[in-house]
């Protein structure tokens, strides 16, 4: 969640009903229409506003139209016939026989390209499979000192074991290589000549923060990722170890059997490539590119979390330094955090005319320098991140923000500050959108951080933070600047608008999906930020979030591993995942069934979430033999209509009112089936944990959402779950119906649904890779 609305807090409500002045607007557009509050109401200050009525006709109407710009459909191949013909009336007679010889010998050939390919699967696979292996061993180990409790932070603690790899550790390792600046305490006030400089070729190229044996481990895995398999995995690309034991494999037999043998004839020398793979020392996936990068994010798993920003600045850091890149997360301190070190860096920045004192703590984790700022403003918040009034809200972000960028200068990790050559800040949302704009005011106007660049994430457009015009003095910046700040209202007219002056300041802009990419760009999707996103298009780019494998995998849950559930996976799908339901059931109350679809939701209760036409839908849902566990904080009245729907269907309806991670990652391994109606979703998480435990979406195809579930076709066998085109509670209950006709009916296609979604490539690594790409992009950019 990426705006001052923290699960905790009831502000949406306030969004409804504030008494406070508002200003709206009516969208031209005859698709719909929404209101933007001026910002003016404190507690509204970070979004824009309440929707009204439908908020995104539009959207539903388009969501094809998206997919046909953003693309799924695959360029065809041209046929063997046409090509042959074709090599024929250029050459001799056109002759039947020799036509049918050469359509032969190109199928052949594709054939065998096929199997080339498969065999590069196997070996991969492989490697994962024994890579994963290793990883569950240290896991195994993990857990048994694991308490089990929703507040611990095991994803921290396998992490270190996982990497094998603590500060102590890293410090080694810096110091076995004689880096000279190794006091922490005490460094210099301004940037200095060798703290700037950038690393010599040997220390990136070495991927400097990781110890050798962590190169090559993380490195081969996270290229088993990248290659193994594309995101929406088609019956024919089924990877091999799926042959002996499902059908939605490959229909070609003869193939099939091309691939068995040849398989058996490929096993020595397959094992001959890993262990020799094994040996040879890789260089950094990002070769040449190899960057220093920070990450700086408002909130950050598992330390603080409040929604998906959380999980991606916890996740994707680590996906950038397995590739080789040198990577720092600057998060605020909300709370103490057992694994991160005061390192004795204390800096002092200008607030409101105030002198704050920052404090600086890191931890070494995965590769990843975790720095986490100690202010005394984010104390004692951790449940209540983005509460405050609008002042107070700001003047943390500016703070933040302004300490943020010097992070670089001042904080020595391993003993060594990353300068600010060859790097770059990938800032998210509203919250950090200032970063980019005091990097360009504060420096780069004036000839320093010449080579510095920033990029900014969206993550939801929806919250901007958003105030009147005089809220400028309190960011602390030129007055030329003010423009780039105001933003003009049809309706409201001028206000302060952050993520306005971030958009423009910042050297490339990426949105969490190319459905949302497409969305921002339009006047119901943008928010009123449209015509500055249309204006920026040229560097804008939509890059779809991962899943961080170790935390949300089934086999590796540690949340599946007492009261019952289980750790499964693709082979013991059929098993384990009944034994994760009835283990749910049970600990809902529910009646332990077999057979009743388990129907799940996870999620804020806000208007985005399209909470509402669950409720709409609830008469039918309560008139089929389904279940149905809700789970979400926010706004009081929906969080009052979980707890009514409970009362009222004791039997079948479950709604849990809280933030619990460990019922997150419960829910999804139990239920059958996850809904997320979202109005809105840029990309949406849930429904990728969803797809990898076996879980099958029902989704309103907008945003991410549209990205990433393919409506499944019960003729061709493909697809990942249901998918609807307006957020209307009827367009719900039709696809839900039809799921659950699949559900009950056709056992064999909803196992190939749940497979199919489980094999998908949902990690880190691939978006990684499209985020080095707009990194590099920036870094050339002047
Ligand atoms: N009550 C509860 N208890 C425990 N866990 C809960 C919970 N409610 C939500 N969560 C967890 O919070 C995360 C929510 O992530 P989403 O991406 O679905 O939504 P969010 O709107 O916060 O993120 C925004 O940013 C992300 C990241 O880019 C985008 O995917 C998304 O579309 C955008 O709206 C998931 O990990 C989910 O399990």
Redesign the pocket.
Known sequence: ??SFLS?SLPVETTMENSILPRLRFVSSSPRGRYSLNSGLNNSKFGFPNAVEGEAFPGLACNWKKMLNVYGRAKPRRSNCTRAVGKDSVEGKDSDDSVDTLQATIEKSKKVLAMQKDLLQQIAERRKLVSSIKNIKLNIEEDLDSYNGTDNSFPVQDLASTVAGSTNGKYANDIHSKSYTQATAVGMSETPDVDINGSFSEEEQGNGRNLSPEKVSLDIDSSKEFKETSSTTVQSDTVPSFLLKTSKYDLKDESTEELVESSLEDDVSSEANLVSEDETVKTPPLAGANVMNIILVAAECAPWS????????AGALPKALARRGHRVMVVAPRYGNYAEAQDIGVRKRYKVDGQDVEVNFFQAYIDGVDFVFMDIPMFRNIENNIYGGSREDILKRMVLFCKAAVEVPWHVPCGGVCYGDGNLVFIANDWHTALLPVYLKAYYRDHGVMKYTRSILVI??IAHQGRGPVDDFHYVDLPEDYLDHFKLYDPIGGEHFNIFAAGLKAADRVVT?SHGYSWELKTSEGGWGLHQIINENDWKLRGIV?GIDMKEWSPLFDVHLTSDGYTNYSLETLQTGKPQCKAALQKELGLPVRENVPLIGF???LDH??GVDLIAEAIPWMVGQDVQLVM???GRPDLEQMLRQFESQHHDKVRGWV????K??HRITAGADILLMPSRF??????QL?AMNYGTVPVVHAV??LGDTVQQFDPFNETGFGWTFDRAEAHKLIHTLGNCLLTYREYKKSWEGIQRRGMMQDLSWDNAAQKYEEVLVAAKYQW
């Not at 979390?305 to 991606?312: A, F, H, N």
């Open positions: 969640m990426t699960l979390k409040t929604g998906g920003l959380g999980d991606v993550h939801n969490v979030n996870i999620g804020r985005q979430k789970l979400g904080t809280g933030f619990s991670v019922t997150a979703e840029p990309c949406g998480l849930n944990y945003g991410g």
